[in-house]
């Protein structure tokens, strides 16, 4: 399968990057509408469910790897992902409204670097969409398959009105979202990286707290920032969000850039190799801050790198890039490796 792999990205990715994913996408769902045996193959033996479970932010995860929020922003393939070696997955980044995003192209690759560069822009069908469909997903998902709503603003939210767009995207999703995660570190709505401060965050996590509070079951709120925040300023920043009711967080976002196409400068965000440092940088200096769960995500491209971020003290990997460069076979490589881990440490 690997060989496979290979031989069809030498075709793929001579293809405009956007239409190649909206195909991907298709062919999961025939995948799975064919009765799941195809993508099973595509994703090769997965090991024994005892030695791939993990408990986190209090509840049970069929295993430690997850997709990475912004391939399935919109719930359309959730019922493929366990299917695929998923243990589970981050829809989003959902926001109140539907909105296009960023005029086409927005998504590009350097095969050389195994990166990503995008500019997508919060496109999305909207919350309520989006907890329509992951309501029907839910009777077809196994229990152990965890789903959390990654939130952020729509573009046209002053960025003064922020809190109560995260509250608005999170209102749909009672019963529903396994986790939450605010999303204020994508490089692609204007702004929004503003709001990764103390005095922008609270009133954010207040306003959905307010929401989530009266749910019967209050889902765990995450934070997810940006690769390029580190030291003195990430580990307060750390200390004052844990301070008001954070549960955890997820690092990291895409790394702002540029990329050059048709003779035109364009600003968005890497992902893959070119964040695979920073990305295990911002995990060290955030695992000597708290001790609270954190999901780490950027430039995982090899089963190696991801025992190096549970080493490191991640309790959770998520993958993007890597899922696109290795192939379908590589969150159950990684499900072996972090096994393997697990049973070495007696865990
Ligand atoms: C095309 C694309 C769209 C993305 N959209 C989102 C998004 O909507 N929300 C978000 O929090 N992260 C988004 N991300 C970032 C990923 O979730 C992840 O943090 C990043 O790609 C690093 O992981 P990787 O190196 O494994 O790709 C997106 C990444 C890509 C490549």
Redesign the pocket.
Same mark, same amino acid.
């Given at each position: 399968m690997p060989r496979l792999w290979d031989l069809s990205k030498g075709l793929l990715f001579r293809l405009d990057a956007e239409k190649v994913h909206r195909a991907m996408i298709g062919m999961v769902r025939l995948g799975r509408q064919a009765g799941g045996l195809p993508l099973r193959l595509a994703a090769g033996p997965l090991p024994e469910a005892s030695a791939a479970r993990a408990n986190v932010l209090g509840m049970p995860f069929r295993s430690r790897v997850g997709l990475?929020?912004?391939f399935d922003?919109d719930a359309e393939i959730l019922e493929a992902l366990p299917e695929l070696g998923f243990g589970f997955a981050e829809i !989003?980044?959902v926001t109140p409204l539907p909105q296009p995003g960023n005029p086409r192209p927005r #998504?590009f690759r350097d095969p050389e670097r195994q990166a990503?560069f995008?500019r997508?822009g919060?496109n999305g069908a909207g919350a309520a969409a989006v907890a329509a469909r992951l309501e029907r997903a839910r009777t077809r998902l196994p229990g152990d398959f965890r789903v959390g709503v990654?939130l952020g603003k729509n573009k046209d939210t002053a960025l003064d009105d922020a809190a109560a767009d995260y509250a608005r995207a999170a209102a749909p999703f009672e019963g529903l979202a396994d986790y939450l995660v605010v999303?204020v570190s =994508?490089p692609n709505t204007p702004g929004l990286r503003s709001l990764q401060s103390a005095r922008a965050l609270l009133p954010i996590v207040a306003a959905i707290g307010e929401v989530i509070s009266g749910w019967t079951r209050r889902p765990p709120l995450l934070l997810?920032l940006a690769p390029e925040l580190e030291g003195v300023a990430l580990r307060e920043l750390i200390e004052e969000v844990e301070r008001a009711g954070i549960d955890g967080f997820v690092l990291?976002?895409?790394l702002g850039g540029s990329f050059r196409s048709n003779g035109r400068e364009l600003e968005g965000g890497w =992902? !893959?190799g070119p #964040?695979t440092s920073r990305s295990r940088a911002r995990l060290l200096e955030a695992r000597e801050a708290t001790k609270l769960p954190i999901i780490s995500? !950027? !430039? /995982?491209l090899s089963a190696e790198e991801a025992g190096e971020r549970v080493r490191s003290g991640a309790q959770l990997i998520q /993958?993007? =890039?890597?899922w696109i460069y290795r192939g379908p076979g590589f969150p159950a490589e990684i499900s072996w490796k972090l096994a393997g881990i697990q049973r070495d440490s007696g865990a």
């Open positions: 990475a929020a912004g922003k !989003g980044t #998504l990503i995008n997508m919060f990654n999303n =994508s997810k990291t976002n895409t =992902s !893959g #964040l995500v !950027g !430039g /995982i /993958i993007y =890039s890597g």
